[in-house]
């Protein structure tokens, strides 16, 4: 097993920062493994430890699910603020 606690807090931050940003494929497979955790049970907490989320993030995404179903998860625009605007806003964003 390998021990916990063997990056420095540099290295730890910047690699929080690269898990927290990518291609929209990317961005859709985390979209898509926090739903599957919240599936088997886990707690919003839970998820955002895993996959190094913001709480508001987590909720967003089920909420947008709820909603829309899995289509809606394609949006590439923050999950939590797809309800504040309209579809000719959403189209501006993803030209």
């Not at 923050?78 to 309209?86: A, E, G, M, T, V």
């Not at 806003?89 to 030209?95: A, G, T």
Request: charged share 25%.
């Amino acid at each position: 097993m390998i021990p916990g606690g063997f990056l420095s807090a540099e290295d730890r931050a910047d690699l929080i920062a690269l898990a927290r940003v990518g291609s929209s494929a990317r961005r859709l497979g985390r979209r898509a493994n926090a739903l599957l955790l919240l599936d088997e049970g886990c707690s919003c907490e839970q998820v955002v430890k895993a996959l190094f989320l913001v709480d508001d993030t987590i909720r967003g995404l089920y909420r947008l699910y709820q909603k829309d179903g899995i289509h809606g998860l394609a949006w590439h625009g923050p999950p939590d603020l797809s309800y504040q605007i309209n579809v000719e806003q959403q189209e501006k964003l993803r030209s």
